[in-house]
């Protein structure tokens, strides 16, 4: 298994219960309507939200585990995490976002040039679509090579046309 | 500073004497005096003016997106890594206009100046000291021509800053 989780954590107005794990070079579909904790489980998955209570094991190392006390922090734990409505840096271009945390300059060039976005390398995000910035954010969350990949709704912004395109290109993956 | 200029300028002579912890680092490194000198008011004007910076640049701090920093730990950013490529240049305009600021509010110190350089000439003696001591002898000639140098100069950093202002 490459990712156990069994966590609890109380909100607002009700309590997150899960557990599940996730086989090796398998995709996971989390289904729910909005506001029921989707993007929170990501979050503590990713470091950025602590549960009260539970353990999220990674390839067999400990991210997680309340009765350990453990707690790895974001930086440690190698994710690519692609946020719902896709963060890229303003200040950078498409090139220097997807390089940001890139530990080989090649490996850039090669997915620029499979999620088609090599032509806009040099513009910055707000000056591509939709689209193109979504395929630059998850570029972004691969250059770091994550042994692990969460995508926080990641077609909701994109027309029936790219959203198919999308999903065929991360079914390559 | 909410301190009156004068109550700041007594302190800041105390504190920049050679008793004074300021002014004995600087006469242990340099051998010389901190008061009545053109580094000694560089430092007060810097010190008092220092306040009006604060605003803008927490200004801009605010405006970053939170989610733009857990990207950058996700991304596997330290927090300082994360401060010095994320924070700061998503921030660049309110900084430089805190410096702006700054430098038109030390262009316009007085009183603090006053009491720590004195008026040497040719070292302590700035523009608005010099336009009060022409004033003070009724030689306004001069000082109408020194004041109008003055308009001109902070007026186009004050439109430097509502530019950047503006930007961000």
């Known amino acids: 298994m490459v990712l156990q989780v069994i966590i609890k954590k109380r909100l607002k107005c009700f309590d997150i219960e899960i557990s599940f794990s996730c086989p090796d070079e398998q995709l996971l579909v989390m289904i729910g309507p909005s506001g029921s904790g989707k993007t929170t489980i990501l979050r503590m998955i990713a470091g950025l939200e602590k549960p009260e209570e539970g353990q999220i094991i990674c390839h067999g190392k400990t991210w997680f585990d309340s009765s350990r006390r453990i707690d790895i922090p974001p930086q440690k734990r190698r994710i690519g995490y692609v946020f719902q409505d896709y963060t890229l840096f303003p200040h950078l271009s498409i090139y220097d976002n997807v390089a940001f945390a890139a530990p080989d300059r090649k490996e850039v060039d090669d997915l620029l040039d499979r999620f088609c976005i090599a032509h806009l390398r040099n513009r910055k995000p707000h000056l591509v679509s939709g689209g193109e910035r979504q395929r630059c954010a998850i570029c972004q969350a691969l250059a770091r090579r994550p042994q692990l990949l969460l995508l926080d709704e990641p077609f909701s912004s994109l027309d029936v ?4 395109k999308l999903r065929d290109e991360l079914k390559v993956l | ?5 004068t109550v700041l300028g007594f302190y800041m002579v105390i504190i920049m004497g050679p008793k004074g912890i300021i002014g004995h680092v600087w006469r242990s490194v340099t051998g010389g005096s901190l008061l009545f000198t053109f580094p000694g008011i560089a430092f007060a004007a810097v010190v008092c003016s220092l306040p009006f910076a604060l605003q803008p640049m927490k200004a801009a701090f605010q405006k970053i997106d939170r989610r733009l ?3 950058a730990y996700v991304l596997g950013l330290s927090r300082m890594e ?4 994320v924070v700061i240049p998503n921030s660049i305009n309110g900084i430089v206009a805190a410096a702006v600021l700054v430098f038109l509010h030390c262009m316009g110190a007085f009183g603090v100046l006053l009491m720590v350089g004195g008026s040497l000439s040719g070292e302590t003696k700035v523009a608005s000291i010099a336009i009060y001591e022409a004033v003070e002898s009724m ?3 001069e000082a109408a021509i020194m004041s109008l140098c003055l308009i001109p100069i902070s007026y186009v950093f004050l439109l430097l800053v509502n530019k950047l202002n503006e930007e961000s």
């Open chain 2, 139 to 141: 030689n306004y000639r």
């Open chain 2, 82 to 85: 994360t401060f010095f490529r």
């Open chain 2, 69 to 71: 920093l857990e990207s």
């Open chain 2, 1 to 5: 500073m909410v301190l009156p200029p």
């Open chain 1, 161 to 164: 046309l790219t959203r198919r």
